[in-house]
């Protein structure tokens, strides 16, 4: 390879296929170039607060950010929930909540699996009711 220019070598550039999600390289610079422009606006302004309204913002990030925790946290929850009701469901055939109302009206019997599903779904329930307010 040594004494080849790169013209020898045939080396074609890297081309993507730019779309409205794969902008490509320029794309991406420039959105990047925007949200830096943000950020150092952003700073600007933080800069520029008296130091009462610093405080008062840094309590409003302070706040926020637990809540974003506990809804993050929630909505792990309920994956986890599904994919234990999606379980038994494929091994019943049978949705969750006709389970359910089946279960609690005694048309099922006792097995151990039903009580088992009976709390998965009273959990699944209940986060979500949980979650609801927080979209709201």
Known sequence: MTGLTHKQWKIE???????RRNPGLRGFL????????????IAQIIL???????????????DAAPSLKVTESIQQD???????????????????????QQFQAGKLGDAMDF????????MWDNTQKQLAPTQS
């Open 30 to 41: 420039r959105k990047s170039y925007m949200n830096t422009k943000l950020v150092e606006f």
């Open 13 to 19: 550039p890297l081309r993507t296929q730019r779309t």
């Open 48 to 62: 520029s607060l008296s130091e009462e309204e610093r405080q008062l913002l840094e309590t409003k990030i302070t």
């Open 115 to 122: 009580f088992e599903w009976s709390v998965f779904y009273e």
């Open 78 to 100: 309920i994956l986890d929930l599904e994919h234990r009701l999606k379980t038994f469901e494929a091994q019943y055939n049978m949705s969750s909540s006709s389970f359910y």
